[in-house]
C-alpha cells in the first residue's frame, strides 16, 4: 500500500483509539467500583442500547473480514458463516435471553449454580467458559494482524506481531479501567460505525452493477476460476464424505454456539429486567440479520471485482477481501477516493477488533474472578477484592490470547470463531438447556455436561487437520491428525449432552425438587431475579 494509505488509515486507528480511550477514562471517573458496576455497568442500559452493544459484541472481525473472505474464495459454500451466525439468534431469542437473565447475575454458571452444589459448577463452568473467551479472542487478534499486514504491504511480520501485543494491551486498559460500562459505549459507537460502512460499500457495489445481482453472481463466477462451481454447494465442503460432515458439523456449532457464548450472555444483564433483554435481542436481530446480507454483497462482490485469485494472494484465508474491495470501489490504488475509502474500511475494521475484544475479554475476567475465585475463596471474597481480581485476570488473559493470535495469525478468522462455537455449543449449552429444562438434573451431570463437552471439543481439534498434518495447519511439519474433521461440533456436542444425561442418571443424590421449582419460577416470571 501506498503511504498515502498508510498515513490516513493509522490517523483514523488514532482517532478511534483516541475516543475510545476517553470513553473509558470518562467512565472510570464515574464508577463506584461495586461488582454489579464492574460486571453489568449498573443495569442502565435501555433496550435499544444494549441491542446496539450485542450487535456490536456479536458482528466480530470474523463476521466484517472472514466471511466475506470465505465468500470470495469459495462462493455458496462461504454463505454458511453467513446463515449460521444469524440462525443462532433465533436459539437465543427463544430459548435463552429471557431466562438466563431472570437466573443469573453476572456469568452463565449463576443460571446453573442456582440450583446445583455451587463450588463444583462454578470452577466447571468458569474453566469452560475462559476456554471458550480466549478462543475467541485469538480470532479477533488474528484480524488485527491481517489488516495492519495489508496495510503495510503484507510483508512486514514484526508489525503484524506488534499489532496483536497493542491490541492486546487496548483491551486490557478498556476492562480494567472502565468495566462493562465502557466496554457498552465502545461497542456501541462500534456498531454504528460498522452499519455505516456496510451499508456504503454494499451500495457502491450494487451501484457498479446497475443493481443487477444477478450480474453480480455472474461476474464473481467468472472471476473466481471455479466457473458455475462457485454458486453451487461444494467447492470447500463436497469433495468427499468428510469434507460434507465437516460442513455438518460447522452448520451444528454455529447454530447452537451462540447460545453459548459466555460475553452474549453476559449482555444480558446489563438490562434492568428480562422483559428488556428480549426486546434488546429483537433489536440486535435486526442489525445482525441486515449486516449479515451484506456480507453475502460484499463476498460476492469482492469476488467479481477484486479476484479471488487477488484476494488469495493478499491473504491466502481471505481475511483482506473487504479492505481490498474497498480500495477498488473508491478507484483504485493511486486514487484519492480509493486511498480515503481503504483507510475508513480499515479504520471501521480496526475498530470492530478493539470493541469485540473488550467485552470478551471482561466476560472472561468475570468468570475467573466471579465463579473461579470467588468459589475457591467464599469465606474471604468480598465484591471489592472480587473486581480486583478481574483486573488483574485481564491482564493475563491478554497475555494468553497474545501468545495464541501470534501462533494462529494465517487462519481464516472466520473459521477459528467457528472452533470457539464449537467449543461453547458442546460445553455451555447442554448445561445451560438442561440447568433451565430438567427437573432432575443434578450436580454430577452438570460437571459432566461441562467437561464432557469441553475436554472432546478440545482434544478432536488438537487431533484436527487444523493442527497438523497438512500444509495450512498450525504445525505443517508435523503429522498427528488422527481426527479428519476440521470442526469437532457434529461429535462433541452430542457428547456434552450424552455426559450431562449419564452424570445424571449415575449421580448418588437426588435432584433437588424444591430448588428446581424456584428456578422455574423465576426464570419464567422474573420473580426474585437480581
Given at each position: 500500500?501506498?503511504g498515502d494509505h498508510q ?193 456504503a460499500l454494499t451500495v ?164 475467573v474472578a466471579h465463579d ?159
Amino acid at each position: 500500500m501506498t503511504g498515502d494509505h498508510q498515513t490516513l488509515a493509522l490517523l483514523l486507528f488514532g482517532v478511534f483509539v483516541a475516543v475510545t480511550l476517553a470513553i473509558t477514562t470518562w467512565v472510570s471517573r464515574n464508577r463506584h467500583g461495586s461488582a454489579e458496576e464492574f460486571y453489568a455497568g449498573g443495569r442502565l442500559f435501555s433496550p435499544m442500547e444494549n441491542g446496539f452493544a450485542i450487535a456490536g459484541d456479536y458482528m466480530s472481525a470474523a463476521s466484517f473480514l472472514g466471511i466475506s473472505g470465505l465468500i470470495a474464495l469459495f462462493g455458496y459454500d462461504g454463505l454458511l458463516y453467513s446463515v449460521g451466525f444469524l440462525v443462532a439468534w433465533l436459539v437465543v431469542l427463544f430459548l435463552v435471553a429471557e431466562l438466563v437473565r431472570n437466573c443469573g447475575r453476572f456469568t452463565l454458571a449463576d443460571v446453573v449454580a442456582a440450583r446445583m452444589r455451587e463450588r463444583p459448577v462454578r470452577i466447571a463452568a468458569g474453566t469452560s467458559s475462559v476456554t471458550v473467551s480466549v478462543l475467541y479472542l485469538v480470532a479477533q487478534m488474528v484480524g488485527a494482524g491481517s489488516l495492519v499486514a495489508l496495510l503495510l504491504g503484507g510483508t512486514s511480520g514484526a508489525a503484524q506481531a506488534w499489532t496483536v501485543i497493542g491490541v492486546g494491551a487496548l483491551m486490557v486498559i478498556y476492562v480494567s479501567m472502565g468495566g462493562m460500562r465502557a466496554t457498552t459505549w465502545i461497542q456501541i459507537v462500534k456498531a454504528v460505525l460498522l452499519m455505516c460502512g456496510a451499508i456504503a460499500l454494499t451500495v457502491l457495489v450494487l451501484v457498479r452493477f446497475h443493481g443487477d445481482f444477478d450480474q453480480l453472481l455472474r461476474t464473481a463466477a467468472d472471476r473466481s476460476g471455479h466457473g458455475s462451481q462457485f454458486l453451487a454447494p461444494g467447492l470447500k465442503y463436497g469433495g468427499d464424505w468428510t469434507s460434507r460432515l465437516d460442513f455438518i458439523s460447522l452448520g451444528l456449532a454455529l447454530v447452537l454456539g451462540t447460545a453459548g457464548l459466555p460475553h452474549i450472555l453476559s449482555r444480558f444483564y446489563t438490562v434492568p429486567t428480562a422483559r428488556a433483554a428480549r426486546r434488546s435481542v429483537v433489536w440486535s436481530i435486526g442489525l445482525i440479520g441486515s449486516f449479515y446480507l451484506m456480507t453475502i454483497v460484499l463476498g460476492f462482490g469482492a469476488a467479481a471485482i477484486v479476484g479471488s485469485d487477488a484476494v488469495r494472494g493478499s491473504n491466502a484465508a481471505g481475511n483482506t477481501a473487504v479492505p481490498l474491495l474497498a480500495l477498488d470501489l473508491g478507484g483504485g490504488a493511486d486514487s484519492t477516493g480509493g486511498t480515503v475509502l481503504f483507510a475508513i474500511v480499515a479504520a471501521i475494521a480496526f475498530a470492530t477488533i478493539l470493541a469485540v475484544v473488550a467485552g470478551i475479554t471482561l466476560a472472561s475476567s468475570a468468570s475467573v474472578a466471579h465463579d473461579l475465585y470467588a468459589s475457591l475463596r467464599r469465606k474471604h471474597a468480598k465484591p471489592r477484592s472480587e473486581v480486583a481480581v478481574a483486573r488483574l485476570a485481564a491482564a493475563g488473559i491478554g497475555v494468553v490470547a497474545i501468545a495464541l493470535g501470534l501462533l494462529a495469525r494465517d487462519l481464516n478468522v472466520a473459521f477459528l470463531v467457528g472452533l470457539a462455537f464449537a467449543v461453547a455449543a458442546s460445553a455451555n449449552l447442554p448445561v445451560l438447556l438442561f440447568s433451565l429444562f430438567w427437573r432432575n438434573f443434578t450436580t454430577r451431570g452438570a460437571v459432566w455436561s461441562v467437561y464432557g463437552g469441553l475436554l472432546p471439543s478440545l482434544v478432536l481439534v488438537m487431533l484436527s487437520p487444523v493442527v497438523s498434518g497438512g500444509p495450512n495447519s498450525l504445525f505443517p511439519g508435523v503429522d498427528f491428525q488422527y481426527f479428519p474433521l476440521e470442526n469437532p461440533g457434529l461429535v462433541s456436542i452430542p457428547l456434552g449432552f450424552l455426559a450431562g444425561w449419564l452424570g445424571t442418571v449415575t449421580s448418588p443424590e437426588p435432584a433437588d425438587e424444591a430448588k428446581h421449582a424456584e428456578t422455574e419460577v423465576r426464570s419464567l416470571t422474573g420473580a426474585g431475579a437480581a
